[in-house]
């Protein structure tokens, strides 16, 4: 289709399915989609619930008659009508009225190159010209192709909902509605009334005046939406340079502490070495000595109960001298003191999270949402 065709293929796709609107309801909000796609979406709503548009969220009750009592997207049907109209290529569309009088199927059905804006209906040129010289004014007839979509969104009127051989002619400015000229002469008789295309050009007028806040409003949250990806981003940049700070200042007191620990198990082996050596000393000291004492008295022992009197009495003196000498060699004396070690544990519950590697600190400037400062100050040395 031509570029014009675009404007209306975004507005007849459902949000929901994705695909041409079938039935198209409209929330409150103005968002339409298909009733079944609202149908399936809160299936598990009932009439007089409260539920949220599947798009922005806007609240709405589920009227008493269920999701079909929602107002008819009457803009977006328009919009499907006129897209059906123009989108199959004229070598495909048989016309209508040719194959509504030959339904025995003996003639040649004619080839569809004509549209009637008021009957809906894809005409060959010889049916299209009853059209043109109707009894009640001439029908608008257009010929089909790839323009013709945007043309009929302009052209087709709207068949009243009460009335549906009436189009709509006339706005009751009381009701908030279009309505046909019976539905004026039932009951809209007393209230303001102006016809559509002259309410419709004051409307337009409140609708650009309405689209100019609102593209202000549109380029306002933009901005602030930028704004707030720059914080975000400054943020995100402060975080990870606060963070690296504290892995810094954590990464030095793991070392302060590996070191005093360090130093503590190198003071303790030390002590443990010195004193084991020591044990060693004392113990062979009293080792040589028992072993001498030992030796002496299985000896002597040995020579009163075995020996003969001259060898008692040759070998008595030195006996004695030596056993003088082992008695005056005290090893008793000779004690090992080993040192008594204990270890007091430092008393972390007086410790503070600034005492150990200092203090994160988040600060808000001013009133603008989401400006946020983040600092990380290290502990002070002399702590």
Same mark, same amino acid.
């Given at each position: 289709?031509?570029?014009s065709?675009?404007?209306a293929?975004?507005?007849?796709?459902?949000?929901?399915?994705?695909e041409?609107?079938d039935?198209?309801k409209?929330l409150?909000?103005?968002h339409?989609?298909?009733?079944?796609?609202l149908q /399936?979406y809160?299936?598990?709503k009932?009439?007089?619930?409260?539920a949220?548009?599947?798009?922005?969220?806007?609240?709405?009750?589920?009227?008493a008659e269920?999701l079909g009592?929602?107002q008819?997207?009457f803009f977006? $049907?328009?919009?499907?009508?006129a897209?059906?109209?123009?989108?199959?290529p004229?070598d =495909?569309?048989?016309?209508?009225v040719?194959?509504w009088?030959?339904?025995t199927?003996s003639? #040649?059905?004619?080839?569809?190159?004509?549209?009637?804006?008021?009957?809906r209906q894809?005409?060959c =040129?010889?049916?299209?010209r009853p059209? +043109?010289?109707?009894?009640g004014?001439?029908h608008?007839?257009r010929?089909?192709?790839?323009?013709l979509e945007?043309e009929?969104i302009q052209?087709?009127? /709207?068949s009243?909902d009460?009335?549906?051989d009436e189009?709509?002619?006339l706005y009751?400015?009381e009701?908030n509605?279009?309505?046909?000229v019976?539905c !004026?002469?039932? &009951?809209? +008789?007393?209230?303001e009334s102006?016809e559509?295309?002259?309410?419709?050009? %004051?409307?337009? $007028?409140?609708i650009?005046d309405?689209n &100019?806040q609102?593209?202000?409003?549109?380029?306002?949250i933009r901005q602030q /939406?930028?704004n707030?990806k720059?914080?975000v981003?400054? *943020?995100?940049? @402060?975080?990870?340079n606060?963070?690296?700070?504290?892995?810094?200042?954590?990464e030095a007191i793991k070392?302060?502490?590996?070191? $005093?620990?360090?130093?503590?198990l *190198? =003071?303790? @082996?030390?002590?443990?070495?010195?004193?084991t050596?020591?044990?060693?000393?004392?113990?062979?000291?009293?080792q040589?000595?028992l072993?001498?004492?030992?030796?002496?008295?299985t000896?002597? %022992?040995?020579l009163?109960?075995?020996?003969?009197? /001259?060898?008692?009495?040759?070998?008595?003196? =030195?006996?004695? #001298? +030596?056993?003088t000498e082992?008695?005056d060699?005290?090893?008793?004396?000779v $004690?090992y003191?080993?040192?008594?070690v204990?270890f007091?544990?430092?008393?972390v519950t007086q410790?503070t999270?600034l @005492?150990?590697?200092?203090k994160?600190t988040t600060?808000?400037?001013?009133?603008k949402?989401?400006?946020v400062?983040? !600092?990380? +100050?290290l502990?002070d040395p002399?702590?």
């Amino acid at each position: 289709m031509a570029a014009s065709a675009s404007l209306a293929t975004d507005w007849t796709t459902c949000p929901i399915c994705l695909e041409v609107f079938d039935n198209p309801k409209s929330l409150p909000c103005i968002h339409g989609f298909c009733l079944k796609c609202l149908q /399936s979406y809160f299936k598990d709503k009932t009439p007089g619930d409260d539920a949220s548009c599947p798009m922005c969220r806007k609240e709405f009750k589920i009227p008493a008659e269920g999701l079909g009592g929602l107002q008819h997207h009457f803009f977006i $049907q328009h919009l499907v009508d006129a897209r059906n109209a123009s989108t199959k290529p004229t070598d =495909e569309v048989a016309c209508e009225v040719c194959l509504w009088e030959n339904e025995t199927g003996s003639e #040649e059905i004619s080839t569809a190159t004509m549209y009637c804006v008021d009957c809906r209906q894809k005409l060959c =040129e010889r049916c299209s010209r009853p059209h +043109r010289r109707m009894a009640g004014g001439a029908h608008q007839v257009r010929a089909l192709g790839t323009e013709l979509e945007q043309e009929l969104i302009q052209l087709r009127g /709207s068949s009243c909902d009460k009335h549906k051989d009436e189009q709509e002619k006339l706005y009751c400015y009381e009701c908030n509605e279009n309505i046909c000229v019976l539905c !004026f002469a039932v &009951k809209h +008789r007393t209230h303001e009334s102006g016809e559509i295309p002259e309410v419709a050009n %004051r409307f337009r $007028q409140k609708i650009d005046d309405d689209n &100019k806040q609102i593209l202000c409003n549109i380029s306002a949250i933009r901005q602030q /939406s930028d704004n707030t990806k720059q914080e975000v981003t400054k *943020l995100l940049s @402060q975080v990870e340079n606060v963070e690296k700070l504290i892995l810094e200042a954590g990464e030095a007191i793991k070392q302060l502490v590996d070191n $005093q620990v360090s130093e503590c198990l *190198l =003071e303790l @082996q030390s002590v443990k070495s010195d004193s084991t050596k020591q044990a060693e000393i004392v113990q062979e000291r009293l080792q040589l000595t028992l072993t001498a004492i030992e030796s002496f008295h299985t000896y002597s %022992r040995e020579l009163v109960d075995k020996g003969r009197p /001259s060898d008692i009495t040759r070998a008595a003196s =030195e006996l004695h #001298e +030596r056993a003088t000498e082992l008695l005056d060699n005290d090893v008793t004396s000779v $004690q090992y003191c080993p040192p008594h070690v204990t270890f007091t544990p430092a008393d972390v519950t007086q410790l503070t999270p600034l @005492q150990l590697i200092g203090k994160l600190t988040t600060s808000h400037l001013g009133e603008k949402p989401g400006s946020v400062n983040v !600092f990380f +100050r290290l502990p002070d040395p002399a702590l």
